[in-house]
Nanobody, 118 residues
Framework: QVQLVESGGGLVQAGGSLRLSCAAS????????MGWFRQAPGKEREFVAQ????????YYADSVKGRFTISRDNAKSTVYLQMNSLKPDDTAVYYC???????????WGQGTQVTVSS
């Protein structure tokens, strides 16, 4: 069983920064791609960023390109999301997830709230 635990959310003013962390249990963390998603009130969950198992490739939603950076530390079984130049539209619950076999997102964290005030 894999557990993902997010942390680092909070309240920040527009233009500020936050770094989210997602700690994973299990010994196979380094063999899976990982991703971040978010869900704002009244909206569907949306993709934010993804990183391959080695960290060699990263993908971002257009809305966060140039502002957010996904990274991982396989020795610590942790994936990060550095969020800069935050906007009120970034307000959401942020979730990390694991890309399992076939690329399906098979494990999810409980989420961490990010609120950006104007």
């Amino acid at each position: 069983q894999v557990q993902l635990v997010e942390s680092g959310g909070g309240l920040v003013q527009a233009g500020g920064s936050l770094r989210l962390s997602c700690a994973a249990s299990g010994r196979t963390f380094s063999t899976y791609a990982m991703g971040w998603f978010r869900q704002a009130p009244g909206k569907e969950r949306e993709f934010v960023a993804q990183i391959t198992w080695s960290g060699g490739s990263r993908y971002y939603a257009d809305s966060v390109k140039g502002r957010f950076t996904i990274s991982r530390d396989n020795a610590k079984s942790t994936v990060y999301l550095q969020m800069n130049s935050l906007k009120p539209d970034d307000t959401a619950v942020y979730y990390c997830a694991r890309a399992g076999v076939g690329g399906n997102w098979d494990y999810w964290g409980q989420g961490t709230q990010v609120t950006v005030s104007s």
